[in-house]
Each structure stands twice: as C-alpha cells, then as structure tokens.
C-alpha cells in the first residue's frame, strides 16, 4: 500500500494506474551523477554517518568537465571532512573519524572467541597510521588555481617524543571556502586525527570464530579484551593489557577451516568514558 501525506487520491475502479516515485537522494539532472542502482549503496549507514557528524560547513565545487565520479568524491568530499569510503555488507559505503559509539550490540573479543589469543599480531608502523601534524589548504580560486587560506595544527608532544621530523596529515580541499565556519570544522577534524596517529596507531591481526566473526564487518568498532590473551599493553607498560576499542579495516575468511581474521587499527579512545549522541 501507499502512505502519502498532503495529498487526496480518486478510487477509480476498471482503469488502469501508473506511478512513478523519485528518491529524495536523486537531486542531480539526468545526465549527472554516477547512475548507481540502490541496492549497491549502503544508505542506512549514509544516513547514520550523516546525523552523527552534524551540520558541516558549505561547499562550492563547480564542475565544468568530465571526471571520474568516485575519484572526486573520496578526494573533494570524503576527505576534508574526516571521512573515508569502506565497502560494507558488499556495498559501496563510508566511515569516519568519530569517538566508538559502544552499544550492547558492540562485538567484544576476547579468549573465548579468539583463536589461540598468543598469536595475536600487533605491529606499529610511523610510514602508515603516523601523523604529527594536520595541513590544510582550501579558500582556491579557481581563475587563478590556487589556494589563498591554509591551517597548520601540530602536536608538539609528538614530534618531542617521536624524532622522526614532520609527518603532515594533507588536504588540499577545492571546495571548502574561507569563513570561520569552516576553519572551526577544520580544527575539530584536525583534533581528531591527531588523537588517533599522533602516537602511531597500533594495528592488531586477530583470528575469530566464524559464528563471532561473521557479523563483524570493515567499519564496525570491536572491543578487544586482553585479558588472559598474553598481550603486552604498549600504552600502559605492562603485560596486562587493558581493553580497547579497535576499528575493524579488513577481514578475511578461510572457509576451509571456518577461522575469520580480523585487522583492526587502534582508535586511541579511552573504554572507560562514554561518548554519545545529544538531540
């Protein structure tokens, strides 16, 4: 059946109806966009995503040429803005940098699923998931094609600590115009990266259950509960690791011994506060 609000249907019977129905995400002309069929985009998680981030600064990106639609997306929209494109549930959909939001539904591994919790890899690398900087240039004049606005943001705890030089988090937005609305939203983000890879990110090569591994997908937050695992906590100093929360960024199935294996990237947020959403 058919809900509409504002508006009187006519029952007619012995004629024949046709109708059409138009997605509020369809606001292009016909002969923009990408032409994706729905059932290849994870909406739902679009729609999360959304609400979660907020009201965001405005944009201006005149497109006078062909170019190639997910190259510009991931570059012009996702990544100024702190978000990044994962495939989810085999479709096209997008995560971004925000504090682990932990219901009763977050997946928690620990010695009870984790296939032999000894052989736990954990690896930390200052070439990937390192930065100690964040450098933005945006406010471009496209006559003159150039960028006339920038903000540096460095931690200086970091580079003191690490002596490895300068390892900038780039972005160069097209779109993103000089007002104060935007330099507030690029401090935020800034923050957040840093909070994340200013120390290097530790990534944890986990193997799983099938029957718990299966309803983790790339994007969802895991809690790994070390205990009794034999896992050093490089953070605290100490061999009794203490639970974190990890973003899972890969998976992989073996079918022919049933095991999942799982890499997750450290999201640098304490497990013990909570974060949440305020409407």
């Given at each position: 059946y058919i809900v509409v609000d504002g508006v009187t249907f006519v029952t007619e019977t012995g004629s024949a109806a046709v109708a059409s129905f138009k997605s509020k995400y369809n606001t292009l002309p016909i002969d923009a966009g990408l032409n994706i069929k729905p059932e290849f985009v994870d909406v739902e998680n679009f729609a999360s995503i959304a609400a979660l981030l907020g009201a965001i600064p405005d944009v201006l990106l005149p497109i006078d040429e062909e170019i190639d639609g997910k190259e510009y997306i991931e570059k012009q929209i996702y990544f100024p803005f702190g978000i990044y494109s994962i495939p989810r549930k085999s479709r096209i959909s997008i995560n971004a940098l925000l504090p682990p939001l932990a219901t009763n539904e977050t997946p928690i591994l620990n010695t009870s699923n984790i296939i032999n919790p000894q052989n736990i890899k954990v690896s930390r690398d200052i070439n990937k998931y390192f930065?100690?900087?964040?450098?933005?240039?945006?406010?471009?004049?496209?006559?003159?094609?150039?960028?006339?606005?920038?903000?540096?943001?460095?931690?200086?705890?970091?580079?003191?600590?690490?002596?490895?030089?300068?390892?900038?988090?780039?972005?160069?937005?097209?779109?993103?115009?000089?007002?104060?609305?935007?330099?507030?939203?690029?401090?935020?983000?800034?923050?957040?990266?840093?909070?994340?890879?200013?120390?290097?990110?530790?990534?944890?090569?986990?193997?799983?259950?099938?029957?718990?591994?299966?309803?983790?997908?790339?994007?969802?937050?895991?809690?790994?509960?070390?205990?009794?695992?034999?896992?050093?906590?490089?953070?605290?100093?100490?061999?009794?690791?203490?639970?974190?929360?990890?973003?899972?960024?890969?998976?992989?199935?073996?079918?022919?011994?049933?095991?999942?294996?799982?890499?997750?990237?450290?999201?640098?947020?304490?497990?013990?506060?909570?974060?949440?959403?305020?409407?």
């Open positions: 930065y100690n900087a964040t450098v933005y240039k945006f406010g471009k004049d496209f006559v003159e094609d150039k960028f006339f606005a920038g903000e540096i943001i460095q931690s200086a705890d970091s580079t003191t600590r690490i002596e490895v030089g300068n390892r900038p988090y780039e972005v160069e937005s097209d779109g993103m115009l000089d007002n104060q609305d935007t330099r507030t939203y690029i401090q935020a983000v800034a923050q957040k990266i840093l909070a994340r890879y200013q120390y290097g990110a530790e990534v944890f090569n986990i193997e799983v259950l099938y029957r718990d591994g299966l309803t983790i997908d790339i994007g969802d937050t895991v809690i790994l509960d070390g205990v009794g695992a034999g896992i050093t906590d490089s953070l605290n100093g100490t061999k009794q690791f203490k639970s974190r929360v990890l973003e899972t960024v890969n998976k992989s199935y073996n079918l022919f011994d049933g095991k999942i294996e799982i890499i997750a990237v450290d999201t640098s947020y304490d497990l013990g506060l909570r974060y949440g959403v305020i409407g």
